[in-house]
């Protein structure tokens, strides 16, 4: 069974930092197979679309963000531990979502939606003013 837990969420208040993670087993992700995925964070607000937030490649080498968090959003991966996490600071109440763990396999289409394999169930992140 191939999953993809994602953490860390919870209610904080404007200006303050979060890290999320997100756990990846099943015979997908194997410590060696994991490092062949490009994974992302997206994010999606309660009425909104799903959004792309951030997304890192195989090997930590490229990382790509969206415009409203660039600067405060960091992604990055351990392959050895099969996590990825998301360190967000100077968070807004316009970051409330509900972040989702995404993986694919192109990184050049990592802004597309319909081209990732696998899905987190998400985690709640809410921001108060």
């Known amino acids: 069974q191939v999953q993809l837990v994602e953490s860390g969420g919870g209610l904080v208040q404007a200006g303050d930092s979060l890290r999320l993670s997100c756990a990846a087993s099943?015979?997908?992700?194997?410590?060696?197979?994991?490092?062949?995925?490009?994974m992302a964070w997206f994010r999606q607000a309660q009425g909104k679309e799903r959004e792309f937030v951030a997304a890192?490649?195989?090997?930590?080498?490229?990382?790509d963000y969206a415009d409203s968090v660039k600067d405060r959003f960091t992604i990055s991966r351990d392959n050895a531990k099969k996590m990825v996490y998301l360190q967000m600071n100077s968070l807004k109440p316009e970051d409330t979502s509900v972040y989702y763990c995404?993986?694919?396999?192109?990184?050049?289409?990592?802004?597309?939606?319909?081209?990732?394999?696998?899905w987190g169930q998400g985690t709640q992140v809410t921001v108060s003013s």
């Open positions: 995404a993986a694919l396999k192109l990184w050049a289409r990592r802004e597309r939606i319909s081209e990732y394999d696998y």
């Open positions: 099943g015979r997908t992700f194997t410590r060696y197979s994991f490092s062949t995925w490009s």
């Open positions: 890192i490649s195989w090997n930590g080498g490229n990382t």
